[in-house]
């Protein structure tokens, strides 16, 4: 079904569809000239650059530039949403997350593109002009609308929206929208930034609101603006001075009871960042607070523009600068990574800004050169689940269908066995109790039969039981916990420390043993054996090289108490299946320190090494533990 909110109505929109979007998409944006700041400086200069397809700057002496872009806006605001906002949503139905960053000097227009705020940029000759809806009012709408169409037509399909309000301060990651408001007075609290399990940037604490419409949306939206850090100062009576990002979580779902193949679930994060404009102190007439906020706004803004740099390189001969900075931390996803992203630049048309407006088209012309690995967020986790859950009850199924022949067969049995003793008592004829024992005998082998029928059934309803050459047969006075890893970091040349659940291998059941975790560490190392290597090398660079890494046994944690007098770890590397490493054996403990460090060389990589290494268990461990 195709839905009309995501079909473009202007040329420059219906244009913009067919732009390749292997890569960031940039777009610039040149506002009118206002109605004057900072002395009316601003109307009192002359325009300085000018707009068709491209943008082109006159410069002292004559001289004139041209910066070519995806996208050069001049009208309103709604070219801006047919070109951006109607690609953005028209992905994230698709399961792509997509971003949109907005940047520029302060008092270029983000804000008011991004929100439509009243006062934000409005034109000096349109001052009551009916097109203000900025870009995330407009994509709310359309959300919502195509949602609820999609769900109209397909009754299986649910669809989630979350939305989260974050803003970057002095440094400082701050919710917007807080579960609880600090007390009067006091600053909201900071958060802190980590990598999730999902390898996803993520920031602790910070509030996640399920939306149901999209007034209510808007509700919170504005909820969340009016809470951020917001000045007056000489170049923009309300200036931001923080960076903000908007991030809806577009959830769809199919019931599970649907058959058709084809329904996939998939997820996709919509994230908009408004980021908080570059200054120049002499222009804006900050001073105190407001100073040290333009430090760290211009600080945030440069580490970021280093990180586009190191991007747009494309061969990353130098280290991204991601965490050198709160604001590039959050965005690192966007740029290089699972994201399709636009970056939307806002510049003055006014000579007296040229510094400023050169600056926005360099900083803009750098993320065209970025490319970006965007990939359909399809869960297939839950579909595998539902699956492995048709298959255990099938299996369950068969093992009670041959617990019943077995019950058949005893009282089968038993009625024969009585039959026997009867013809024993009366002394029946010989033959006859010959024949009886014979058929006795046939129905104790059916039995027998059925028995391992039952045992090979609830053998393939558990883990494949064969135990690889090198590793430990199971006793039962041991509990044998094993974990399997891939050597794929070795190849990214990175540094991982793993948290790896045992499974339990003891062939009787134990008490606990079931969060039992071993803690490895696997890391690249020089041919010296030092592990601080400055220079990555790409994969495909790595043939023919030589390749060391150590392999680091750190500790075991939950080993059940009663196999706890002796504990050792042991591993077999796959590519050399004869030799097992082996730790010192821990005494009365569930929760051993090995520190056991092994060192590995290959001399020459060749491309099945390098696949190898991808290989889901090229390292095989065991935790031993001796009742």
Not at 165 to 177: A, F, P
Not at 209 to 224: A, C, D, F, K, P
Not at 358 to 379: E, F, G, V
Not at 594 to 613: C, G, I, P, W
Request: net charge neutral; hydrophobic share 30%.
């Amino acid at each position: 079904m195709d839905y009309p909110q995501l079909e473009p109505v202007t040329k420059k929109g219906k244009s913009a569809i067919a732009i390749s979007h292997d890569r960031v998409l940039v777009g610039v944006r040149i506002r009118p000239m206002l109605a004057g700041t900072d002395g009316d400086k601003t109307a009192q200069q002359k325009p300085a650059i000018h707009a068709d397809d491209n943008v082109v700057v006159g410069q002292s002496g004559g001289r004139v530039r041209d910066f070519p872009f995806d996208y050069v806006f001049t009208q309103g605001q709604d070219e801006v949403y047919d070109c951006i906002g109607r690609q953005m949503l028209r992905e994230a139905f698709n399961g792509y997350n997509v971003c949109l960053f907005a940047y520029g000097q302060t008092g270029s227009g983000k804000t008011y593109t991004l929100q439509g705020l009243p006062g934000a940029g409005l034109p000096r000759d349109a001052p009551q002009s009916a097109d203000v809806e900025g870009l995330v009012p407009r994509i709310c709408r359309d959300l919502f609308s195509i949602t609820q169409a999609k769900c109209d037509e397909d009754s299986s399909l649910q669809i989630r929206v979350t939305l989260s309000l974050t803003e970057v301060y002095n440094e400082k990651v701050r919710d917007l929208l807080p579960a609880t408001k600090p007390p009067k007075g006091q600053e909201p609290p900071s958060l802190d930034v980590y990598e999730g399990p999902n390898k996803r940037i993520e920031v602790h604490g910070l509030t996640k609101h399920t939306v149901i419409s999209y007034e209510r949306l808007m509700n919170l939206m504005q909820q969340g603006n009016s809470n951020r850090e917001v000045a007056e100062t000489k170049m923009n009576e309300c200036s931001s001075r923080s960076h903000q990002i908007t991030q809806l979580h577009l959830m769809q779902q199919y019931d599970r009871h649907d058959s058709n193949q084809e329904k996939r679930d998939c997820e996709a994060y919509i994230t908009i960042v408004d980021l908080a404009g570059s200054e120049r102190q002499s222009k804006t007439g900050t001073t105190g607070e407001q100073f040290k906020e333009s430090t760290h706004i211009n600080h945030s803004l440069l580490m970021l523009g280093r990180a586009l740099n190191s991007f747009s390189e494309g061969k990353q001969k130098v280290k991204v600068p991601l965490r050198d900075s709160k604001l590039t931390r959050l965005l690192s996803e966007s740029f290089g990574g699972n994201s399709k992203t636009w970056m939307l630049a806002t510049v003055s048309p006014s000579s007296y800004n040229l510094t400023e407006t050169l600056s926005t088209l360099n900083y803009a012309s750098n993320a065209k050169n970025i490319t970006n690995n965007a990939k359909q967020n399809r869960l297939a986790k839950a579909l595998e689940l539902s699956e492995l859950r048709t298959t255990n009850k099938e299996l369950l199924a068969a093992i009670e269908r041959e617990e019943n022949k077995h019950r058949e067969y005893e009282i089968e049995i038993a009625k024969l066995m009585k039959r026997h003793d009867y013809l024993q008592g009366v002394k029946a004829d010989r033959k006859e109790v010959e024949d009886l024992q014979l058929e006795t005998t046939k129905l104790k082998t059916a039995r027998e039969s059925a028995n391992h029928e039952v045992q090979e059934v609830n053998r393939h309803n558990q883990e494949p039981s064969s135990v690889p050459h090198g590793l430990t047969q199971p006793r039962p006075d041991l509990y044998i916990g094993r974990a399997k890893i891939s050597l794929k970091n070795i190849i990214e040349q990175t540094s991982n420390y793993h948290t790896l659940p045992l499974s339990n291998e003891s062939p009787l059941p134990v008490q606990g043993g079931f969060n039992s975790v071993l803690i490895v560490n696997i890391y690249p190392v020089d041919h010296q054996g030092s592990a601080d290597i400055e220079k990555k090398v790409a994969e495909k660079d790595l043939l023919g090289q030589r390749v060391d890494f150590v392999v680091h046994v750190i500790a075991a944690k939950g080993v059940p108490k009663q196999f706890s007098r002796s504990v050792r770890c042991q591993y077999l590397y796959k590519w050399a299946e004869n030799d097992t490493y082996k730790t010192n054996d821990m005494k009365n403990t569930t929760d051993p320190e090995f520190d056991f460090k092994k060192r590995f060389a290959f001399s020459t990589m060749n491309q099945s090494l390098v696949e190898y290494f991808r290989s889901e268990s090229v390292i095989l461990f065991e935790v031993i533990g001796k009742s």
